[in-house]
């Protein structure tokens, strides 16, 4: 009872904290907010926040996407393969190479730096990580902090960049029947493609599933202001809660060697987006976002908060989750085994 008291307590601090993000026109204001306000919370006391909850948030978000992709969105991600292949792949590489440089400045087993700098789903290298023998808790906050690095320094970047994209006072949707449709399509998607084995199986799969019905006409819907709200703070309170007082104290050493690294991955990336940008012509705020070592929920967001093509930024992101999760076992077996002890391999 007062683990659920102390949640119902802490998700209404972080709806007041979107809220307050929010008024100050804070790009991606609601996960923003309630981000900030969880994890001060959860340094503080643990904070369990349901599976089930993060995962509706998820759905929310893939719906809403789907149901904004236009018809010849196949043909806009055409030009863009190329270079979703090479960001994903680039990005895995440096993962690797940043790896004993990792385990060198915060003292951490080569083994548990590898996993956590794979730039793949936090759940995903977490597990992996634990049937490696490696830090499993470690691992997830090195991911956590990453993600949320990205989300709080990339929407205010891609503004600046792109002032007139902003999109934060969008026309909003209606709660009818054709709402309800959409958001139980997306609900059957999301189970059907975590059956599946899909990456981001709870964003991806009704986005899927509601760009199919959307961009044929089938259907046509548009979520609620206050839903997409609702389901950033739901984002925002699952990541804030991976922040332990624990697991922080247990580790930092590694958090004073591993932020620096994680923001050089980011840099790095931001940078090569820029390149590819220059290089290829194609628009640089989706390359930013596409090579940013974000969530796919939480990169998708951003972009149809400030009116990019979500669908395209997806593609780049699952992409490089799915080549990630595939290739993280593989390239520990032929690059990180081989150099750990006999005995502990």
Sequence with gaps: ???????????????????????????????????????????????????????????????????????????????????????????????????????????LDLRTAFFAMVPAGISEMADLAARHGADAGAVALFHTLRVCFIVLLLPTLIVSLSPTTLDLHSTDGSWDR???????????????????????????????????????GVLAAREPAILLAVAQIALGLSLGARFRADTLKRLPRALAGGITIILLHGALMLGLAVLAAEMTGLALPELLMGFATGGTAEMVLTAQIVAADAALVAAYQVTRGLLGNLLAGPLYRWTILPRLPKNKG
């Design 178 to 216: 054709y709402l309800l449709i959409a958001l139980l399509t997306g609900l059957a998607a999301a189970y059907a493609g975590n059956r599946l084995g899909l990456p981001s199986a709870f964003v991806v799969a009704p986005m899927i599933a509601l760009a199919l019905l959307s961009a044929s």
């Design 1 to 107: 009872m007062q683990m659920k008291i102390r949640f119902c307590l802490t998700a209404l601090l972080a709806g007041c904290g979107g809220w307050l993000a929010q008024q100050a026109n804070i790009p991606l204001a609601w996960l923003i907010g309630s981000l900030l306000v969880t994890m001060l919370l959860g340094l503080r006391f643990p904070i369990t926040v349901p599976r089930k909850l993060y995962r509706s948030g998820q759905i929310i978000v893939g719906t809403a996407v789907g149901l904004s992709v236009p018809p010849e969105v196949v043909d806009r991600i055409g030009p863009h393969v190329p270079t979703i292949l090479a960001g994903a792949l680039i990005s895995i590489a440096v993962g690797r190479l940043l790896a004993p440089v990792v385990a060198r400045a915060g003292k």
